[in-house]
């Protein structure tokens, strides 16, 4: 089945530095990938579309100067966590469309990000 | 825009049969999906409905009653492993999906 594979799945930062997540698709190809943020015991949040070639598209209230993202290949798509401030430790997932399923358009998530900021 | 609401918490013990509702609002309606989340774990795909009526993977089931603008997800012959956070989502027009706020089974002894 597809496979997505995030990396890495824990990071500790100080706060004012960058961090950058990566997400590849390992046996299909995304044009489009899609980033969410998690708060604890909360839903999945939609930060931003990824698309291959071209800018990300920001869900109304994610600033994209903060929260910069790069799809430069079909296979890979990072998020880079600009000047980290504690209010940013979350878990972050990513996750690709990896087909139909009776007419399901099926995401496939990556195994997410958790982010702590000092 | 869109909105899913959830049951916080359900319990129930092995064995057992639970049901998770799910109504939404949505701006444009292309099925409802559920997906399950172990605790600090990614979401997995468990069904999908675009058609009013029930459909049936192994132990779960899902129902969808769009002019009700309500679904369900079924779980039957419970096991400790299904203990979970499940979430039904919607689709954006980006092929993006919009999530619920989730429900989380504790499945006990």
């Known amino acids: 089945g597809a496979v997505v594979s995030q990396h890495p799945s824990r990071v500790i930062c100080k706060s004012g530095t960058s961090v950058k997540i990566e997400c590849r698709s390992l046996d299909f190809q995304a044009t489009t990938m899609f980033w969410y943020r998690q708060f604890p015991k909360q839903s999945l949040m939609l930060m931003a579309t990824?698309?291959?070639?071209?800018?990300?598209?920001?869900e109304q209230g994610v600033e994209k100067d903060k929260f910069l993202i790069n799809h430069a290949s079909l296979t890979l798509s990072t998020l880079t966590v600009t000047s980290a401030h504690p209010e940013d430790s979350s878990f972050y997932i990513c996750?690709?469309?990896?087909?139909?399923?009776?007419?399901?358009?099926?995401?496939?998530f990556g195994a997410g990000s958790r982010l702590t900021v000092l | 825009g869109q909105s899913l609401e959830q049951p916080s918490e359900v319990t129930a013990v092995e064995g057992a049969i639970v049901q998770i509702n799910c109504t939404y609002q949505?701006?444009?309606?292309?099925?409802l999906s559920w997906y399950q989340q172990h605790d600090g774990g990614a979401p997995t795909f468990l069904s999908y409905?675009?058609?009013?009526g029930l459909e049936e993977t192994g132990r779960f089931s899902s129902f969808l009653s769009r002019s009700d603008s309500y679904g369900y997800l079924l779980l039957q012959e419970l096991q400790m492993k299904d203990s979970a956070s499940y979430f039904c989502?919607?689709?954006?027009?980006?092929?993006?999906?919009?999530f619920g706020s989730g429900t989380r089974l504790q499945v006990q002894p």
């Open positions: 990824s698309n291959e070639g071209s800018k990300a598209t920001y």
């Open positions: 996750s690709a469309s990896s087909g139909v399923s009776s007419g399901a358009n099926v995401l496939t």
């Open positions: 949505t701006s444009g309606f292309y099925g």
């Open positions: 409905n675009a058609l009013d």
């Open positions: 989502a919607v689709k954006t027009g980006r092929r993006a999906l919009t």
